[in-house]
Every structure is written in structure tokens, then in C-alpha cells.
């Protein structure tokens, strides 16, 4: 399964590694005023990414509140787990949370990472413009772990062009996450998971609190007009350290977008007379 709708109670969604789907294990969080939740690192780093609310975490004999008005107003912390560490979050209001990770060997400490350590980026052109926030990028430490956050505005379109690191065409095995929000609630994207070597072509539909995974191939996504989408990526795979920062492979039909991202669109009117 590649598309996991949000479902009621603190779990909203949760992929963990099985069959192909190798190192990447993901949940989101959705917590009362009070309540807690805890657990242990175990052979993995975790990152924890608050979406909304406040909370308060104790790891490793320390104790950090992350608080946020929500995805679209401001970015976030994000607090950095390194493998056989326990942790306790506690929510001092209504929140949601994301929690991932992968395995790791601990060469990195404990550590919170603040919004003026992320590198902000204006990525693409044309109506394929978007923000991508680096919030735990590879300019950051880390083992496996490599964080996004991406902004798509009404009627854009974003991962283009469409690009892979699925360990073909010389790229890197890297799993990965997205993590749906979409303003208004109502609103909603596409996403498209396509790889022509193996048949893999599906074209889903993500609504607001949909988590949908890239098992391999290319995924490009768009945002019809009225729908300003966000979605925030985990990701992870054989990319270690300094290697996270390995660039993707792009779709050799697209790839001259780079140096047009205009595209060539067609002049209207067609087959008659402008006013």
C-alpha cells in the first residue's frame, strides 16, 4: 500500500519498514491537552517535526518545548534523537506531531535544530515555483535521516521535473514520506508515482492528512488552482552522511525544464482571433 488515509484517535497515520519498504518508518501523532506519549530510539535516529500545537519532550536527561501555530504560519524545530535514547512527549495542548526514523549507529548527539539553522529555497520557476525548507537537509548532521518540508501554491506544481532515487539509472535507493496538509481543508493534489521500467504508473488523489509513500519511479506532484498544498518528505535509504546530499535523477523527457521552466505553453487562442 502506497496511500494511508488519516484515521480517528492518536495514530493518525504509521508506515513502518516491511517488504520492499526497507528503512524508513514514519507516524503522525495527534494528541490531547496532557497527554503522553513515550518510547525509546532503540537502534534508530528519530526526528521529531511539531505541526501544530505545543509539546514538551524529555530525552537524554533534557527537557525541550516545541511549539507551532501550524504549517502554513512558520517553520519548525526539529528535535533530533540518536539511536538508544528514551523519550516522553507530553502535549501541553492540542497537537500534532511527526515522528520518523531509520537505523543508524549513533555517530551523531542528541541535538534540537532551530529555523535559522534551515536553508529556505525558492526551487524551480514558472507555475513549477515552491519553496523547500531543508529542515534537517543535508547541510545538516545525520546519519540516513533527510528532511523537507515543501510549499506548492494554488495552480503549481512541484518534485519537477519528475525525478528519482529508487538505486537506477545511477541514483541512490532513498525512501521516502509525503505528508499531506492542504489549504483550505477541503482542497486537494496530485501525486503521481511513475516508473516505466516496471509497469509502476498510479495517480492518487491526497487530501488534507493523507501520507503517501514513493516506493520507487518518479513522483511529480500538482496543485489545482484554489489548492495551496504542503507536504512534508522523511527520507532515508543507503544515502549516509555526507552522501545524503547526492541529487536525485531526473525523467530524461523532462529533463530540459531546468533550462525552460516557462514549458513552452501553448498561445491562445486556437483557431481564432484574439479580442
Excluded at 41 to 54: H, I, K, W
Excluded at 154 to 165: E, K, L
Excluded at 211 to 232: C, D, E, K, T
Amino acid at each position: 500500500m502506497n496511500h494511508y488515509t488519516p484515521r480517528p484517535g492518536r495514530v493518525r497515520v504509521e508506515v513502518a519498514p516491511q517488504g520492499a519498504w526497507r528503512y524508513l518508518f514514519f507516524r503522525v501523532l495527534a494528541l490531547v491537552p496532557g497527554e503522553v506519549e513515550a518510547g525509546a530510539t532503540e537502534g534508530c535516529e528519530v526526528a521529531l517535526v511539531p505541526l501544530s500545537g505545543r509539546v514538551r519532550v524529555e530525552a537524554g536527561g533534557q527537557v525541550f518545548e516545541l511549539a507551532r501555530r501550524d504549517v502554513f504560519g512558520e517553520l519548525p524545530s526539529v528535535l533530533y534523537l540518536p539511536p538508544g535514547i528514551a523519550y516522553r512527549i507530553e502535549a501541553l495542548s492540542e497537537a500534532e506531531l511527526a515522528l520518523g526514523g531509520a537505523p543508524a549507529e549513533g555517530r551523531y548527539p542528541l541535538r534540537l535544530f532551530r529555523p535559522e539553522e534551515m536553508r529556505v529555497e525558492m526551487r524551480g520557476g514558472g507555475n513549477a515555483l515552491r519553496q523547500v525548507s531543508h529542515i534537517l537537509g543535508p547541510h545538516l548532521p545525520a546519519e540516513r535521516l533527510i528532511l523537507y518540508e515543501v510549499y506548492t501554491p494554488s495552480g503549481h506544481w512541484s518534485g519537477w521535473p519528475p525525478h528519482r532515487h529508487d538505486g537506477r539509472m545511477g541514483s541512490l535507493y532513498i525512501e521516502e514520506t509525503y505528508y499531506y496538509k492542504i489549504r483550505p481543508a477541503h482542497g486537494f493534489a496530485i501525486h503521481r508515482n511513475y516508473s516505466p521500467e516496471d509497469g509502476l504508473d498510479e495517480l492518487l488523489l491526497a487530501q488534507d492528512g493523507d501520507l503517501i509513500l514513493v516506493p520507487r519511479g518518479y513522483h511529480p506532484v500538482a496543485a489545482p488552482p484554489g489548492s495551496n498544498v504542503y507536504y512534508l518528505n522523511y527520507m532515508a535509504g543507503e544515502a549516509v552522511g555526507e552522501a545524503r546530499a547526492t541529487p536525485p535523477v531526473d525523467d530524461p523527457d523532462w529533463a530540459w525544464m531546468r533550462q525552460d521552466w516557462a514549458g513552452r505553453p501553448l498561445r491562445l487562442p486556437v483557431g481564432g482571433e484574439e479580442d
